[in-house]
């Protein structure tokens, strides 16, 4: 395969690198790309070592070698993505789920890492993802902006980069939550709207939520979920709504999960 890309190939002693030789010297590290390879089946081999040499030998001098945590460490961020967008083969990216729907992944300078790249480094995936998490913190503080959604009110949470769901884990910093968490729209990679929960008038704000969502995930081509959610003890939830047609008038049926139900009760109880 590297006599395609027009390079002559000699593993390095031990077999842990590859050194191309050609048009230029590349180095091409295959401790992840064994260990990524042990995961699939042979028919899979060609494609992933193809692939492998490929991104090596595009790489150009002055660009780090993703397979070399010290080099990439401060470029790796993370975006949340929907699940469906992943295709067939979701294990080729690093992620995390965030929710039924939505998945947190590991990039790097925008594009997804891969396994064999993230297999080399000495930390684990969780731990990446952790560390691409704290660069997007790190990055900037989103900033607020208050709303009135047809008398509901909520906070729109914006930044000029894609990881603005990464800042639910300090949303306490943005806004004032309470042990019941918050409801959460996230129409765009670059923008969240929040609404604190504080009684059993967050049915309404799901309501608001909803439309508000479905409506601005309509107007931009980079829509990321037109859905609601509740955001609680690190954990992201959907809130299963659709607008029913009953005597010629249109409602919002909210299906809310168990957690969810038990929660609202309590509210219609006056805790």
Do not use: K
């Not at 990439?72 to 929710?99: C, F, K």
């Not at 998490?133 to 509901?152: F, H, K, P, S």
């Not at 990464?166 to 019941?180: E, G, Q």
């Not at 003890?233 to 919002?252: E, K, M």
């Amino acid at each position: 395969m590297a006599g395609n890309l027009g390079y002559d190939c000699v593993f390095e002693p031990g077999g842990a690198s590859l050194v191309l030789s050609g048009p230029r010297r590349v180095t091409v590290r295959l401790s992840g790309l064994r260990r990524e390879a042990a995961r699939r089946s042979r028919e899979d081999w060609p494609v992933l070592v193809s692939e492998h040499l490929a991104r090596a030998v595009a790489r150009s001098d002055d660009l780090p070698d993703v397979c070399d945590l010290a080099q990439v460490r401060s470029l790796l961020r993370t975006r949340v993505v929907l699940a469906d967008s992943l295709g067939d083969d979701p294990a080729r990216v690093i992620g995390r789920h965030v929710g039924s729907d939505l998945v947190e992944i590991l990039t790097v300078s925008g594009r997804p890492v891969r396994p064999e790249e993230a297999f080399c480094w000495p930390i684990t995936p969780a731990e990446a993802l952790d560390l691409a998490t704290g660069n997007v913190l790190a990055d900037e503080r989103l900033t607020a902006e208050r709303l009135d959604l047809d008398g509901t009110a909520a906070w729109r949470l914006t930044g000029s980069a894609g990881g603005a769901a990464a800042h639910l884990r300090r949303i306490a910093d943005y806004v004032l939550a309470s042990p019941d968490g918050v409801m959460v729209a996230l129409p765009h990679p670059d923008e969240m709207v929040v609404h604190p929960i504080g009684g059993i008038s967050v049915m309404r704000a799901i309501e608001r939520l909803w439309l508000f969502a479905r409506h601005e995930y309509r107007s931009r081509d980079d829509g990321l979920s037109p859905h609601v959610y509740w955001w609680n003890h690190g954990r992201l939830t959907r809130i299963q709504a659709d607008l029913v047609v009953q005597n010629g008038q249109r409602r919002l049926v909210v299906a809310p999960p168990p957690e969810f139900a038990r929660l609202l009760a309590d509210l219609a109880r006056g805790r």
